[in-house]
């Protein structure tokens, strides 16, 4: 059982390395080659001062040009709703950062978006669809309660190595009492008793507190949305997942697939809100939401500063 497992963990580690060797062979691999201006486009003077149809069409190439995405956007969306609710998601969304600083493999990445996209649209959100039509509520909650009492063990292992004692205890007292008095998992009885959930640690958060620099934004296939620090996290947390050391191979992947049925189940209501360039939305949500967690929530205020500087 645990040869099949450090042979299963291995593989993962080849899949999930292979995207970044594509993308460090070329910065931009799927990036599409722009169309040459066709040369009945440049007109002679003569042509220019005889003809009036020359600067509509030129605009209307231009608009079509404009409206185009890369990734399935209505023509014009972004715009509607600049007008209508005066701000752009996609502006809104973004930080100071220049996109090309944080997302330098954006060919690359946004092939593997539409793969996983496709992938999801097909299998993954159907059967989360299904799920969520024929599970009752209560259910759903006990079976998202099991599994989150399992990454526990991946939360205390990261508290740790992180030096987080308190969290550290407090995730551990949720394991406990959750695994014994809340039936494995099913209820969170920790809550009531004052040991309230976090935010959950991962091995990227790890590594980010141990100074390792997040490198580019990648997307990974079947994973999504990562960062270069963030993938050996991946590989850790199959460790620490107390499933992959089920001795029955296939309870391990049933129990594995209904953990992804429900997490996906979980993020439908919040998919809807995705509209637009709903690459550009995922990427910047991801790399914010990250900051927030490696920060432990703390946001930098410098407002009033420079009042420090003042006597009152």
């Given at each position: 059982m645990l040869e099949r497992t450090h042979v299963t963990a291995w593989v993962l580690a080849a899949t999930l390395s292979a995207p970044l060797v594509m993308a460090q062979d070329a910065s931009d691999p799927f990036a599409e080659v722009p169309n040459e201006a066709p040369a009945?486009?440049?007109?002679?003077?003569?042509?220019?001062?005889?003809?009036?149809?020359?600067?509509?069409?030129?605009?209307?190439?231009?608009g079509d040009a404009a409206s185009s995405d890369d990734f399935g956007a209505e023509?014009?969306?972004?715009?509607?709703?600049?007008?209508?609710?005066?701000?752009?998601?996609?502006?809104?969304?973004?930080?100071a950062e220049e996109?090309?600083?944080?997302?330098?493999?954006?060919?690359f990445n946004r092939a593997m978006f539409r793969f996983n996209d496709t992938a999801d649209r097909w299998f993954l959100k159907p059967a989360a669809v299904s799920y969520r039509q024929v599970t009752?509520?209560?259910?759903?909650?006990?079976?998202?309660?099991?599994?989150?009492?399992?990454?526990?063990?991946?939360?205390?292992?990261?508290?740790?190595?992180?030096?987080?004692?308190?969290?550290?205890?407090?995730?551990?007292?949720?394991?406990?009492?959750?695994?014994?008095?809340?039936?494995?998992?099913?209820?969170?009885v920790a809550q009531h008793m004052g040991l309230e959930p976090s935010d959950g640690e991962d091995f990227g958060q790890t590594l980010a507190a141990w100074g390792a620099p997040s490198g580019?934004?990648?997307?990974?296939?079947?994973?999504?949305?990562?960062?270069?620090?963030?993938?050996?996290?991946?590989?850790?947390?199959w460790?620490?997942?107390?499933?992959?050391?089920?001795?029955?191979?296939?309870?391990?992947?049933?129990?594995?697939?209904?953990?992804?049925?429900?997490f996906r189940a979980s993020l439908l209501q919040a998919?809807?809100?995705?509209?637009?360039?709903?690459?550009?939305?995922?990427?910047?949500?991801?790399?914010?939401?990250?900051?927030?967690?490696?920060?432990d929530g703390e946001q930098e205020d410098d407002f009033g500063g420079d009042l420090d500087d003042y006597d009152f």
């Open positions: 009945a486009t440049t007109s002679s003077p003569d042509t220019s001062e005889t003809s009036g149809d020359t600067a509509p069409a030129s605009t209307e190439d231009t023509d014009g969306f972004g715009s509607d709703l600049e007008d209508e609710y005066g701000f752009d998601p996609a502006d809104e969304f973004s930080s996109p090309e600083d944080r997302d330098p493999w954006e060919g009752p509520i209560f259910m759903q909650t006990g079976v998202s309660n099991f599994f989150s009492n399992l990454r526990e063990i991946n939360n205390i292992l990261n508290d740790v190595l992180q030096w987080k004692w308190g969290q550290a205890g407090n995730d551990t007292g949720r394991f406990l009492v959750n695994s014994t008095v809340g039936l494995v998992g099913l209820f969170d580019p934004y990648v997307v990974m296939p079947f994973i999504g949305p990562s960062t270069v620090r963030d993938v050996p996290g991946v590989v850790v947390e460790y620490t997942n107390p499933l992959t050391y089920v001795d029955d191979t296939t309870v391990e992947y049933s129990l594995k697939v209904v953990d992804l049925v429900q998919e809807s809100l995705l509209q637009g360039d709903r690459y550009v939305l995922m990427r910047d949500a991801y790399l914010q939401r990250r900051e927030f967690l490696i920060n």
